[in-house]
């Protein structure tokens, strides 16, 4: 079970983020990864699992998220 208190995770921001409109990425034990909004950091966290993350990943960087 995936514990959640979150004020421990270690939050990082990607090094291509720009203007504010960022999110947030945490690895969260060995099958989890929390998202949140990096302006709204009190906010909901999405938590997905690994494998989810790399789908998302994937698809991000090969543009099927662009509008």
């Known amino acids: 079970m995936l ?3 979150l004020s421990k ?3 990082r921001k990607s090094r291509h983020s720009a203007n504010g409109n960022c999110v ?3 690895q ?3 099958t989890h990864v929390g998202i949140r909004d ?3 950091r009190s906010g909901a966290t999405l938590v997905v ?4 993350w790399r789908a998302l990943s994937a698809g991000i960087k090969d543009g ?3 509008f």
């Open 3 to 5: 514990d959640s208190d």
């Open 9 to 11: 995770a270690d939050w």
């Open 24 to 26: 947030e990425v945490a």
């Open 28 to 30: 969260l034990g060995l």
């Open 38 to 40: 990096s302006n709204d």
């Open 49 to 52: 699992t690994v494998e989810d």
């Open 64 to 66: 099927e998220f662009d």
